[in-house]
T-cell receptor, first 114, second 115 residues
């Protein structure tokens, strides 16, 4: 089955700095890669996703890049703010009979210091 | 403004009890999911329903029994649970799984404690 590794497990930055979280996946059939933000005691919230036919996607301060050859994808947050502090999970899903089957990375605790 | 609603928010039950978790969405989504999340861990997929039919069961023990009575509702029936089943149970929905992977939207979860 799919295996997703996520690094780093914790990330501490100063407000205004950039933050980068990296994930690698094992199943070359994976074609959908969402990122979720989960604040303490709250639900995972989809913040951005990318499909395998796209190399990069941006939404304001957030961007995701995908390298299918190397089987890794990254989340980039620019101009970080204290409210960006949360746990971030990457995930991967394949096609066919595995549609909908998200496999998550272990998570990154991001702390943004004012 | 959560569009996936889960009840109850908290549940404490003994190992011999029978209880049910409920999930409801009114976004017209035809795929619904149950996940289990332990503290400081990622969500783990349990079940996927597509058009009210079970399409994926991730080898979940039979003490967890899912049910999808209609396109808006998803239940998880619990019976004879073990202390290690204590966790946050998350429901999610997406438009469909028949035309590729679609964004999944999560509810706030039910925090379950087994005594």
């Amino acid at each position: 089955g799919e295996n997703v590794e996520q690094h780093p497990s914790t990330l501490s930055v100063q407000e205004g700095d950039s933050a980068v979280i990296k994930c690698t996946y094992s199943d070359s059939a994976s074609n959908y890669f969402p990122w979720y933000k989960q604040e303490l005691g709250k639900r995972p919230q989809l913040i951005i996703d990318i499909r395998s036919n796209v190399g990069e996607k941006k939404d304001q301060r957030i961007a995701v890049t995908l390298n299918k050859t190397a089987k890794h994808f990254s989340l980039h947050i620019t101009e970080t703010q204290p409210e960006d502090s949360a746990v971030y999970f990457c995930a991967a899903a394949a096609g066919g009979t595995s549609y909908g089957k998200l496999t998550f990375g272990q998570g990154t605790i991001l702390t943004v210091h004012p | 403004d959560t569009e996936v609603t889960q009840t109850p928010k908290h549940l404490v039950m003994g190992m011999t009890n029978k209880k049910s978790l409920k999930c409801e969405q009114h976004m017209g989504h035809r795929a619904m999911y149950w996940y289990k999340q332990k503290a400081k861990k990622p969500p783990e997929l349990m079940f996927v329903y597509s058009y009210e039919k079970l399409s994926i069961n991730e080898s979940v023990p039979s003490r967890f029994s899912p049910e999808c009575p209609n396109s808006s509702l998803l239940n998880l029936h619990l019976h004879a649970l073990q202390p290690e089943d204590s966790a946050l149970y998350l429901c999610a929905s997406s438009q469909t799984v028949l035309r590729g992977n679609q964004p999944q939207h999560f509810g706030d979860g039910t925090r379950l404690s087994i005594l």
